[in-house]
């Protein structure tokens, strides 16, 4: 990427697009889905949703330093957060010091759930289910026969007794389904609808609710990482300190569901904002990976920290991750396209690995900071520019005024709006 003697973020804009199209191998046309011209547009996205009245943009920007599996990828961001993206680009240059992120995932299969009532006897009907459970499969491989010849379909039907107070005791079926390199909700939703009239007539009830689960803990992805001690201090911080702290603050959100929200959230920053450029349901994600969180019944963190026996400190992110890099948005919209193929990821597996590396680098940066000098040191002198842009500033004023609200330490709208009247007057006087 960029050279010693320019960084990626000192260059200007234009130049940060030729950094990327010379790294990713992008032609004319993917890079220019990179702006507004060649983006999305408003006839696709037409065809995408209903009642479209316009477009929505928002800044799509590059981690670097990530190093996945032995192999460094550029991480596309799309959010509105400022620091997200340097920090994240900061913590896997940590990271690749101690070799960078190790990655692992499941085979993509989700799970697709069938709600069972009026059964005369729930037990018994389960039992029937099962023992039918070789021909239930066989009849769901013949829905997709596409997706059998890629290597995916039915896997496994599980039965699950639920009791409710108001619907008494009940079933659901739990299809497994390999979705290959889908997020996999309309084959999954499909199968279930499909298979509707043979489970109905095996366990004498009426399917209800079919739909798939958000709960992907069949898919999951992990990241983990190992930073030498030496690399951890910096300014008036020793490693040590920066170590144990990043350790007492991960601990406080492992015992408090109020702190493990905003812990979790930040993990969420970073996966969200891949999920956002590649085209995925982030949604789709937030919910599985808070859900899975609450997994013992207590909401907890998404992660984990400790201290190796030589003072290196190591960490480990695991959640559900359903991805894909085939149908839907990811292969509608042209940017999530190009944001791909500067990733270099050839499959969901692979996508979903980087996003599980970038969640990790994400938490390591929030929680180094809250240990040491404080969320609000680098937030907010980014945030600034924004303040700055928002009392009016003109081009040639934003950077000036960011940098007088960051020394004041009062980055508030209304006094960007006094220094920006103090300047207009003392201009007129000049005059």
Partial sequence: ??????????????????????????????????????????????????????????????????????????????????????????????????GGFTSSSDEPRMIGQMQLLDLADPAEAAARILAQKDRLLAAAAEIDPLLIRLGGGPRDIVVRELHSAALGTFLVLHLIYDVRDAMGANAVNTALERLTPLVEAISGGRAHLRILSNLADQRLAKAACRIPLAALGFREFSAEQVRDGILEAWAFAEADPYRAATHNKGIMNGIDAVLLATGNDWRAVEAGAHAYAARSGRYTSLSRWWAEANGDLCGELELPMAVGTVGGATRVHPTAQTALKIMGVHNARELAETIAAVGLAQNLAAIRALATEGIQRGHMALHARQVAIAAGAAEDQIEPLAAQLTAEKTVRIDRAQEILAQWKLQAGEDD
């Fill in 1 to 98: 990427m960029p050279t010693e003697a320019k960084k990626f973020y000192e260059m200007s804009l234009p130049e940060r697009r030729a950094e990327v199209q010379q790294a990713a191998a992008l032609s004319d046309a993917e890079i220019a889905a990179l702006q507004p011209q060649g983006g999305l547009s408003l006839e696709q996205a037409n065809r995408m949703i209903e009642n479209v009245a316009g477009l929505y943009s928002l800044p799509l920007g590059i981690a670097q330093h990530f190093v996945v599996n032995g192999v460094e990828r550029l991480v596309p961001m799309v959010i509105e957060e400022p620091s997200v993206v340097a920090a994240a680009s900061y913590m896997a240059r940590l990271v690749k010091s101690g």
